[in-house]
T-cell receptor, first 111, second 114 residues
């Protein structure tokens, strides 16, 4: 059974810091890995999608990497801002047609 | 359309009643997904549609749950004989292509079963 783990569970950093969120998964047989952002009362936003054949994806200050063989992904946020405060979720789409989510990392960026 | 819309935004029902949740995906998106987020718990994937077809329904929590999609557009998630543990936020998302594109989420339907 696929399990997705996110570390840390919560993170508080001062504005401007670069930070890394970690995601690990137990079964490497995946189609893709996605990072999402969830804001309270504002729903879910898809940030980055990495296909299983890809190593990384970038969007603005965000960079996500994927090492499928080791079952790991990282989300790198450069020059963090208070507006980045949210819960960040990692999910893998596994063979068997199911998207499995991690529990998320709660990020707080202090101004 | 402008984005994924869901209705109702909130639903309060009595245990044992049936409820129907609706999702209008972005026009032209062939893939549609349903998720559930229970209070204090993580996101749970329920089912996806490619066009009008749902190849795998094993993610639905029980046989009281069913989903359909017609005309490659609107989808409904029906919960029969609701139970208190069905209380959750039900999220819908759509994407242009299944597995190949990022998903766009609707605002969700908050369901409370009394």
């Amino acid at each position: 059974k696929q399990e997705v783990t996110q570390i840390p569970a919560a993170l508080s950093v001062p504005e401007g810091e670069n930070l890394v969120l970690n995601c690990s998964f137990t079964d490497s047989a995946i189609y893709n890995l996605q990072w999402f952002r969830q804001d309270p009362g504002k729903g879910l936003t898809s940030l980055l999608l990495i296909q299983s054949s890809q190593r990384e994806q970038t969007s603005g200050r965000l960079n996500a990497s994927l090492d499928k063989s080791s079952g790991r992904s990282t989300l790198y946020i450069a020059a963090s801002q208070p507006g980045d405060s949210a819960t960040y979720l990692c999910a893998v789409w596994e063979y068997g047609n199911k998207l499995v989510f991690g529990a998320g990392t709660i990020l707080r960026v202090k101004s | 359309g402008a984005g994924v819309s869901q209705s109702p935004s909130n639903k309060v029902t009595e245990k044992g009643k049936d409820v129907e949740l609706r999702c209008d995906p972005i026009s032209g998106h062939t893939a549609l997904y349903w998720y559930r987020q229970s209070l204090g718990q993580g996101l749970e994937f329920l089912i996806y549609f490619q066009g009008n077809s749902a190849p795998d329904k094993s993610g639905l929590p029980s046989d009281r749950f069913s989903a359909e999609r017609t005309g490659g557009s609107v989808s409904t998630l029906t919960i029969q004989r609701t139970q208190q543990e069905d209380s959750a936020v039900y999220l819908c998302a759509s994407s242009f292509k299944l597995l190949q594109e990022t998903q766009y989420f609707g605002p969700g339907t908050r369901l409370l079963v009394l």
